[in-house]
């Protein structure tokens, strides 16, 4: 099982920036995803998640109304969209993947509940 984060990068005060998921070796529409971050000196926190299709998602306060998560299942891939950054943005991005609440209809933001995770990638948010 594979699950790479890509499209971090270095961005100013109000860019946009679209993360991406690729998941690879499992069944992907049978797993819930959800995207987390750390910052320096900080836990790691749930930033947002998404069910098996679009029907669910949810998003941490911090977030909301900026960021958008969306998956295409036929292309394995889950997105965040990033709108308005902030340099409280700044952290290592990393996206997981929860069978559990794939059938329960619901996704998780807590980081004990994944099963896979994926290495990270770093957004940087300049003031």
């Known amino acids: 099982v594979q699950l790479q984060a890509s499209g971090g990068g270095l961005a100013q005060t109000g860019d946009s920036l679209r993360l991406s998921c690729a998941a690879s070796g499992l069944p992907f529409n049978y797993y819930t995803i959800s995207w987390f971050r750390q910052a320096p000196g900080k836990e790691r926190e749930g930033v947002s998640c998404i069910g098996r299709s679009d029907e669910i998602s949810y998003y941490a306060e911090s977030v909301k109304g900026r960021f958008t998560i969306s998956r295409d299942n036929a292309k394995n891939t889950v997105y965040l969209q990033m709108n308005s950054l902030k340099p409280e943005d700044t952290a290592v991005y990393y996206c997981?993947?929860?069978?559990?609440?794939?059938?329960?209809?619901?996704?998780?933001?807590?980081?004990?509940?994944?099963?896979?995770w994926g290495k990270g990638t770093l957004v940087t948010v300049s003031s």
């Open positions: 997981a993947a929860d069978r559990k609440n794939a059938y329960r209809s619901a996704c998780s933001m807590r980081s004990y509940q994944m099963n896979y």
